[in-house]
């Protein structure tokens, strides 16, 4: 079974400011793991995807995620938030595929001017 | 190419009324994912589906919830007698063949149990 755990369901940020975005996950076999926006009212997009391939990873808008094994971690990043960037974000997991893909329980981000 | 339609966007029920939400994936897409999100939860698995077969329902509720992928038209989640506690986001989303490719998503259904 696979799981991920997001640490704050809510992170506040100055606009220009680092965006870190904290995710562990739990796999008993090699995993994918991929970051989601959601906006108010809309559905998810993928924001990046690691695929046991490079472990750091580039995503659409600026953010960024590392693969650490050793700390069973993918945490995202963005180095100057936007206001734009104010959103939802899903941490999600599967064993391989795209098939019964296990989300975290998301953080909303929230930016300040 | 348009994306993975839900419709309706938004559905209010009456308790004991029945629910019928309809995903029609993007185009070439044959595998077919609900989720549901309650308020302040994330997504959770219901089911998965492809053309005439229901994949893994390990997600599905045993009871008044079922859902359909027929080989023309678009999947259906239908949810019999709902209760208030159905009130939730009800994702779906879509995925070619191939299976090594990321799943698409719809901007979801709110259903609104009173």
């Known amino acids: 079974a696979q799981s991920v755990t997001q640490l704050g369901s809510h992170v506040s940020v100055s606009e220009g400011a680092l965006v870190l975005l904290r995710c562990n996950y739990s796999?008993?076999?090699?995993?994918?793991l991929f970051w989601y926006v959601q906006y108010p009212n809309q559905g998810l997009q993928l924001l990046l995807k690691?695929?046991?391939?490079?472990?750091l990873v580039k995503g659409i808008n600026g953010f960024e995620a590392e693969f650490k094994k050793s700390e069973t971690s993918f945490h995202l990043t963005k180095p100057s938030a936007h206001m734009s960037d104010a959103a939802e974000y899903f941490c999600?997991?599967?064993?391989?595929?795209?098939?019964?893909?296990?989300f975290g329980t998301g953080t909303k981000l929230q930016v300040i001017p | 190419n348009a994306g993975v339609m839900q419709n309706p966007r938004h559905l209010v029920r009456r308790r004991g009324q029945e629910a019928r939400l309809r995903c029609s994936p993007m185009?070439?897409?044959?595998?077919v994912y609900w989720y549901r999100q309650l308020p302040e939860e994330g997504l959770k698995f219901m089911v998965y589906?492809?053309?005439?077969?229901?994949?893994?329902e390990s997600g599905m509720p045993k009871e008044r919830f079922s859902a359909e992928f027929p080989k023309e038209g678009p999947s259906i989640l239908r949810i019999q007698q709902v209760v208030r506690g159905d009130s939730a986001a009800y994702f779906c989303?879509?995925?070619?063949?191939?299976?090594?490719?990321?799943?698409?998503f719809g901007q979801g259904t709110r259903l609104t149990v009173v």
């Open positions: 989303a879509s995925s070619p063949p191939e299976g090594n490719t990321e799943a698409f």
């Open positions: 796999s008993s076999v090699p995993p994918y």
């Open positions: 690691y695929t046991s391939a490079a472990t």
């Open positions: 999600a997991v599967t064993r391989g595929g795209y098939q019964k893909v296990t």
């Open positions: 185009k070439g897409h044959s595998h």
């Open positions: 589906l492809q053309k005439e077969n229901i994949i893994d």
